[in-house]
C-alpha cells in the first residue's frame, strides 16, 4: 500500500510559478513510476505528466511541455512538479498518483489532491 499526500497548491497570478509536492509513505517508493493528473470544475480529470522509478524517463501532456516539470527525490519518498507560466486554463484540483510498474495501464494509488487557482 503506498499513501500519498500533496501540498504546494494555491493562488498565482498568470505568468507566475507554483511547485507541487507529493510526499509518499512505504519502503517501496523507489520502485513506483509516479504521475500529476489535474481536474478542472466541469470536466474529466486529465493526465499531466509522470517519471519512471530511476527519474529518467518523464512524460508530459502536450498542454503543459515546455512549462512543468517533474522530478523525484527517493531519498525522500517525494515527486515534485514545477509548474511555470502558469495560465488560468491551468486551474485545476491536481492530483499525485503512483502505480507499480512503468508499463501498468492504469495508476492504482491516488492523492486527495491540492487545488491551484490562477487568476488576476
Known amino acids: 500500500q503506498v499513501q500519498l499526500v500533496e501540498s504546494g497548491g494555491g493562488l498565482v497570478q498568470p505568468g507566475g510559478s507554483l511547485r507541487l509536492f507529493c510526499v509518499a509513505s512505504?519502503?517501496?517508493?523507489?520502485?513506483?513510476?509516479m504521475g500529476w493528473f489535474r481536474q478542472a470544475p466541469g470536466k474529466e480529470r486529465e493526465f499531466v505528466a509522470a517519471i519512471n522509478w530511476s527519474g529518467g524517463g518523464t512524460y508530459y501532456a502536450d498542454s503543459v511541455k515546455g512549462r512543468f516539470t517533474i522530478s523525484r527525490a527517493n531519498a525522500k519518498n517525494t515527486v515534485y512538479l514545477q509548474m511555470n507560466s502558469l495560465k488560468p486554463e491551468d486551474t485545476a484540483v491536481y492530483y499525485c498518483?503512483?502505480?507499480?510498474?512503468?508499463?501498468?495501464?492504469?495508476?492504482?494509488?491516488w492523492g486527495q489532491g491540492t487545488q491551484v487557482t490562477v487568476s488576476s
Open positions: 498518483a503512483a502505480k507499480q510498474s512503468e508499463y501498468a495501464p492504469e495508476f492504482n494509488y
Open positions: 512505504g519502503r517501496t517508493f523507489g520502485s513506483y513510476t
